[in-house]
């Protein structure tokens, strides 16, 4: 069951078509991303990395700035320590490759997923201090790890924050209070005191700003050189790290993939030609579902030093055995991914998972690195807020994923008691703790969720209703105006009542998705293409008309009244391009 809304938010979408060159129903999908004045808008359609905002405006970046310039002229011995995801290891290579331009003495150390855990721990800080390391910079991690900065800090080694992720906090009598690490400079535009503009952006980005702020300090010729090289990593990671794509994020990516497409990077084209990605054709499809999987397959199946090894190519060959490598993984790791969803599955039916508000699912025998994954692919069947925990070498650990209404972190921290380790946002955590915790941490997050059952039941935002008929190939290029599309900015969906469903035609090697012939409200013939579950759609049908519809439809005796929502875009084959209308929902 889902609920359908259509957006009914109010502009002078005449005035804004008229300024902007664009149609009516552009205007209306711009207004339906909570885009309301017209300098907002003009940055949608063409902003550019002018735009962003400035990495001062960040608290402690010009501290983080002037104790780097310092560390490099003393040529003290600086570790980047990032993390085992996308974002982790694009973060620790922006750093990397920054530094090293400017001459700094700097290496890199990725936690392994296994052996470390997520982020800095005992073991990374003593392992520095017995390698001579005078300086620490952390990215995508570090907001949580006070106790391990004050560990280095008793080391003399100094400690330079850099992350995104939520700061630890603690609530007593309804008043929040921050628990900052003790670093010599935090950077995490997510501390109340920070007042930089735009919140949501991932490690890539605070990284990427990090390395703008010491090349206008520096005023460095070969570090502004390379600076469209970091721009393209931060652009994946934002993708990767699901970052809502809007405000300055959508200008990144935008920029980014515009540069992707040419990249100077050996590791990242070859990770395209063994992917068969052809470069021109880019989007951020590929960038959060082809490219960055292959990254993370490293830090989930191996080491994520890997994927980093694989940035920091220098030759074609050493890159091509690299990307080889990493695609060889991402195959593996589908296939346990797959057993890992169906173990998640037979779980929720024997202990009848599905009743409980936030859903906690517990698969001892699953890799510990996929139940991020697996929670993902769970919260999506059943909307609801998810855990996946696992059995690791200590104790247990675990991923969430969550649903809009259900701040994820924020009610970790009010059951902290049970965590040994977490961390997080809004839609995403990770953590360890104790077996013998579980069922009492499933009974207190299920005791006060805050949920309803309105929050389960899926919605779709229908941006337009729109008939078929009055969609046509200028419209269809228009809406490319919008991309990249992604989290934050969805591609548009339109929607119409009562389609005549005539004929359907099952089509691709395994006949998973169709072609079919619809009839309009005003007698126009159209075409409908559904990539989505074919046997469910026939299910639909059948319980509807009865249960000889689906063969009759596929038999092109259909006469079945359908209202959709549905996608459009212009489809290139063989060298034709022509209008292609996408079912997305039914009922």
Request: aromatic letters at 8%.
């Amino acid at each position: 069951m889902e609920k359908w809304f259509v957006a009914t938010k109010k502009a002078d979408f005449d005035k804004w078509a008229s300024k902007f060159q664009i149609s009516p129903v552009l205007a209306r999908i711009l207004r339906n991303r909570d885009l309301t004045e017209e300098t907002e808008v003009q940055r949608f359609l063409h902003g550019t990395l002018e735009d962003c905002y400035a990495p001062e405006l960040m608290k402690d970046m010009d501290k983080a700035v002037e104790i780097l310039v310092q560390a490099i002229e003393e040529k003290k011995a600086i570790r980047i320590i990032g993390d085992y995801d996308v974002d982790g290891i694009c973060s620790a290579y922006i750093l990397t490759k920054g530094l090293q331009v400017l001459g700094a003495v700097v290496d890199t150390a990725i936690p392994h997923r296994i052996h470390d855990g997520y982020g800095l721990n005992e073991h990374l800080i003593e392992l520095a201090k017995e390698d001579g390391i005078e300086l620490i910079v952390t990215c995508d991690n570090g907001i949580a790890a006070a106790p391990q900065i004050e560990l280095a800090t008793t080391l003399g080694i100094g400690v330079i924050v850099t992350d995104h992720h939520e700061v630890p906090f603690t609530e007593e009598g309804g008043v929040r209070k921050e628990m900052l690490p003790p670093a010599l400079a935090v950077v995490d535009p997510k501390q109340e005191a920070c007042k930089y503009p735009f919140k949501s952006i991932c490690g890539g980005v605070v990284a990427y700003k990090l390395m703008q702020a010491l090349a206008q300090r520096t005023d460095s010729d070969a570090l502004k050189n390379v600076m469209e090289e970091l721009l393209e990593l931060a652009a994946l990671a934002t993708v990767c790290d699901v970052m809502e794509l809007r405000d300055e994020n959508r200008i990144i990516v935008k920029e980014g993939l515009r540069r992707l497409k040419n990249t100077r990077n050996i590791g990242l084209r070859a990770l395209m030609e063994v992917n068969s990605v052809e470069p021109s054709k880019l989007s951020a499809y590929h960038l959060g579902f082809v490219i960055g999987p292959c990254l993370n397959a490293t830090g989930r199946l191996d080491t994520a030093k890997r994927a980093l090894e694989l940035l920091q190519s220098t030759t074609k060959v050493d890159a091509m055995s690299a990307a080889r490598e990493l695609k060889d993984l991402n195959d593996s790791r589908k296939n346990l991914t797959l057993q890992g969803v169906q173990e998640a599955e037979q779980y929720i039916k024997e202990h009848r998972v599905e009743q409980d508000d936030v859903m906690l699912v517990y698969l001892p025998e699953v890799h510990e690195s996929l139940a991020g994954i697996i929670a993902g692919r769970v919260r999506e069947k059943y909307n609801h807020p998810v855990f996946v925990l696992t059995k690791g070498e200590e104790g247990v650990k675990g991923s969430g994923r969550s649903i809009e209404s259900y701040h994820m972190y924020e009610s970790m921290t009010r059951v902290k008691q049970y965590f040994t380790k977490y961390g997080g946002h809004k839609l995403a955590a990770g953590l360890s703790m104790r077996e013998e915790d579980i069922e009492a941490l499933r009974k207190d997050l299920n005791a006060d969720s805050g949920l309803s059952e309105d929050d389960f039941i899926p919605r779709v935002h229908i941006d337009v209703p729109m008939p078929l008929s009055y969609a046509d190939e200028q419209l269809a290029g228009e809406l490319e105006l919008l991309e990249p599309f992604g989290v934050g900015n969805p591609k548009p969906l339109f929607a119409q009542k009562d389609l005549c469903f005539l004929s359907g035609f099952k089509m691709g090697a395994n006949k998973n998705f169709a072609r079919f012939k619809v009839r309009t409200p005003e007698g126009d013939i159209k075409q409908l293409v559904f990539f989505g579950d074919l046997e469910k759609f026939g299910l639909f049908l059948c319980e509807k008309y009865g249960e000889d519809s689906e063969d009759a439809l596929y038999a092109g005796k259909g006469e079945f009244m359908v209202s959709v929502v549905y996608q459009l875009s212009l489809n290139t084959f063989r060298g034709k391009t022509e209008l292609q209308f996408v079912m997305q929902n039914y009922c």
